[in-house]
């Protein structure tokens, strides 16, 4: 018996294009690049979010917050890294950058870091509470985030289908 599909010579084009690994890496950069931009919506969310404490010094021995010009900061060193591919794994991270603050102390005359800042609110220090605003953004923005990456993938996926339609008919 003999079988015939219409169509089988587009469907198996459509299958070598999808199966082209530059077509799939470009797919992956841009659905991580979307969903990056997400996870730093609810980063800046988070951190504009934080409780602001500018009392001089602390009488009670707890800090409820960091002052607001840490506080402004943080904000303006918070930022996205660039695409980065190592080994096939293909990531962005965010986080803030290590400039200083301007809070001049014994150990940091130039400034405390920002990094250290940032540590120091997610895990709590002998003066001041933990205020995980990293890891609670990153817990919110996960579901949103696999959303938005997998409507990229679709389109993207749906784009080369199009694409390659348009190919086979103009043959």
Do not use: W
């Not at 130039?110 to 940032?118: E, F, H, R």
């Amino acid at each position: 018996m003999r079988y015939r599909f219409k169509g089988m010579k587009e469907y198996v084009e459509k299958l070598k294009r999808l199966s082209n690994p530059y077509n799939t890496e470009m797919c992956i950069d841009i659905a991580v690049d979307k969903g990056s931009k997400v996870v730093a919506e609810y980063t800046l969310r988070e951190l504009e979010a934080m409780p602001v404490d500018n009392r001089p010094y602390v009488k009670d021995g707890m800090r409820k917050g960091v002052t607001q010009k840490v506080k402004n900061e943080l904000i303006k060193s918070f930022g996205v890294t660039p695409l980065a591919n190592y080994n096939g794994f293909i990531n962005k991270k965010t986080g803030v950058d290590y400039g200083y603050n301007g809070v001049a102390t014994r150990k940091y005359p130039k400034g405390q870091p920002n990094i250290v800042i940032a540590r120091s609110l997610e895990k709590g220090t002998s003066f001041m509470p933990k205020n995980p605003v990293f890891s609670r953004a990153s817990r919110k923005a996960r579901k949103p985030c696999l959303e938005e990456m997998e409507k990229s993938l679709n389109e993207s996926i749906e784009a080369i289908c199009l694409n390659n339609l348009r190919r086979s008919r103009v043959k």
